[in-house]
């Protein structure tokens, strides 16, 4: 097997994107990715509607995630998918898809932790990134989890922290919601972050034990502010949204990084790599590297297109699982809850 080809076709539906990568051992030959817009309507989510929308992408998707590839079905080794965690009716779209094609082809099935992978994503071979060293510290942050991973080897991951409550995505979004921008307003609030100032407004930082976080409080507070502030001024919000945006990123990113030095210096290692969706905000990206130079850390930060959920960093766990043979059987079930480390 050392020496053998290896082509995963991965699946990855655990929210509102349908996605399905074709890999080459770990190099990525495509990911595709549909997203759905209905859900900009509701402000948020909407499981149901999520679940019927795979069932409608992910027969094309597939499709052109092999034509791309120039890969005919037949060549694949094995179907990679994310078992979870997610939304429950999401997974059981891109896991009764995998089951099905796994028996037609058959080829081996192979299920995959979606945080799990977006750790593994560094280990795509692309020009553009490195892979970081073992041991690593991971940052793992998106719209529903915050943790902090100790990371011994591929398969052997330690949490050191994690979010008491909400998560970090969570608390950008809640917070763009407050201040009445379109939904998804993580990435909005990074960009008028980027035309503000940092430290117009202060806003109370949670003091959270060890190296676990909290963001339900600064959710609160933010929410009090603008309700406080609004009440005085109307227009508080459109003549000050660039300030605002940049004193709620300076917050988050203060949070983060003030639990990251604390995690180097207890465990001495100073390999960081991030993922999750949110590790494609700008300003947890530029912290990172200023700390790089300024503290001697060796940073990873994923490509973009590996930040957000993409069936890519599915397909590398596979790659990895495939190599160890670690095979999931046709009774294998989505799970909504599950732990990185279970």
Known sequence: MENETI??????????????????????????????????????????????????????????????????????????????????????????FAKSLSLALEIPLIEVNHMQAHILAHFIKDENMNAPEFPFLALTISGGHTQIVKVKDYFDMEILGQTLDDAVGEAFDKSAKILGLPYPGGPLIDQYAAMGNPHAFEFPKPNVKDLNFSFSGLKTSILYFIQKETSQNPDFITENLADICASIQFTI??????????????????????????????????????????????????????CTDNAGMIGIVGYFKYKSGQFAKQDTSAKARYNLTS
Request: aromatic share 6%.
């Open 7 to 96: 082509y995963i076709l991965a699946i990855e539906s655990s929210c509102d994107d349908t996605s399905v990568a074709v890999l080459k051992n770990d190099i990525m030959l495509s990911n595709v990715v549909a997203s759905q817009k209905i859900h900009e309507e509701y402000g948020g989510v909407v499981p149901e509607l999520a679940s019927r929308a795979h069932q409608q992408n992910i027969v094309p998707v597939t499709y052109q995630a092999l034509a791309k590839a120039n890969i005919d079905k037949k060549q694949l080794s094995a179907i990679a998918f994310t078992r979870g965690p997610g939304l429950l009716g999401s997974l059981l779209v891109g896991t009764s």
């Open 253 to 306: 990113v203060h949070i983060l990084m003030g639990k990251l030095k604390k995690v180097v210096k207890k465990t001495g290692i100073k390999n960081i790599a991030i993922g999750g969706g949110v590790s494609a905000n700008s300003g947890i990206r530029k912290a990172l590297k200023d700390a790089e130079k300024e503290m001697g850390w060796n940073t990873y930060v994923p490509n973009f297109e590996f």
